[in-house]
């Protein structure tokens, strides 16, 4: 690259963020690998990689974490990956109020703070990229996901939407729509399983029960998985390409469901994801 492109990473405690700043970092960019938690920052900082706290629960954080990097490139980003999430489980009639509100916070409403506040910066440029890691589950469904769910499908309209509104303006828009990765998404979901869900009063206790079971395994827990990289490669191809795609599919589950989603009828599709879930426990 003649000039160092700079990129913002949200989430590189573990996982996608982890490796993909890594990879970009040794392909040349300028990498911001930010992470929520301090500990996180110090040793992503010993790793060689510039970071810094960014909480996406929190706007105070955001902003912060926005104005130290701009002050840092003079002004200029090219590229946001909207990487952080985590996973809320837990049936929909399990779901408390402020349960679905903090999943919330951080999947949805701080990621489009953390984009709103980079949109005016990429204008002013003339260019920039921003993709956000999405999921197989923006596009489909899975019982006892509905908060993770509705977080993803909820990405999938605001990316869409923003990529009709920024037509023109030299800032394309992708998401990234991975199916199983190995990285701590299972473990970190289980911390907030415990944290969030009774069992003991809930009706599919006898569900959970199986569900508790694959998110503590240590090995893959479903066919397919794949490691970061692959989706390493996608976020490369919508950061180079001079034509990068809407939509970036990664694992066979993505590209299967993606394709029976379109092909099947509601309640047909409600009959596969139905096999598909008790399989898992
Ligand atoms: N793994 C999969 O199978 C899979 C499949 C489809 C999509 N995805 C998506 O891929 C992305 C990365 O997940 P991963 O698989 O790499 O899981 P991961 O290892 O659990 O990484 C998730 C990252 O998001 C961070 N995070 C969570 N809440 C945050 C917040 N409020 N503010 C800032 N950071 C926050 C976590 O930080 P802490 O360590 O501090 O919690 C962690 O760094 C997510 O968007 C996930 O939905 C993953």
């Known amino acids: ?55 996406l629960a929190s706007s105070e954080s955001i902003h912060q974490a926005v104005d130290t990097i701009l002050e840092l490139t003079q002004g200029q980003l090219y590229a946001l990956f909207n990487n952080a999430a985590y996973g809320q489980p837990g049936a929909v009639e399990d779901l408390q109020r402020h349960v679905l509100k903090e999943q919330f916070e951080s999947n949805v409403f701080g990621t489009q ?21 999405g999921s197989v589950l ?11 769910n509705a977080s993803k499908y909820a990405l ?3 990316a869409d939407t923003l990529r009709l509104e920024l037509y023109g303006s030299g800032i394309e828009v992708s998401i990234i729509e991975p199916g199983p990765i190995t990285s701590a998404f299972r473990k970190n979901a289980f911390v ?27 090995e893959p827990a479903v066919p397919f998985t794949l490691p970061p990289e692959a989706v390493y490669k996608k976020l490369e191809h919508a950061l180079e390409s001079a034509h ?14 993606g ?23």
């Open 244 to 257: 990068p795609r809407a939509h970036y599919y990664v694992t066979f589950p993505t590209h299967l469901f």
């Open 192 to 218: 907030k399983y415990q944290e969030n869900i009774n069992k003991e009063s809930s009706f599919f206790k006898s569900s959970y029960e199986g569900m508790e079971a694959r998110l503590q395994k240590k």
């Open 1 to 55: 690259m003649s000039k160092q492109k700079s990129i913002l990473i949200t989430g590189c405690s573990s996982g996608i963020g982890l490796c993909c700043a890594h990879e970009l970092k040794q392909r040349g960019y300028r990498v911001f690998a930010t992470a929520r938690k301090a500990e996180d920052v110090v040793r992503l900082q010993e790793q060689g990689l510039e970071s810094l706290q960014l909480d």
């Open 138 to 148: 923006g596009i489909i469904s899975l019982p006892f996901r509905g908060a993770y």
């Open 113 to 133: 703070e953390l984009t709103n506040r980079i949109i005016p910066v990429m204008r002013q440029q003339g260019y920039g990229r921003i993709i956000y890691n």
């Open 156 to 158: 999938e309209g605001l």
């Open 259 to 281: 394709t029976l989603k379109r092909l099947l009828p509601a309640k047909g599709l409600d009959w596969v994801l139905r096999k598909v879930s008790k399989e898992e426990n």
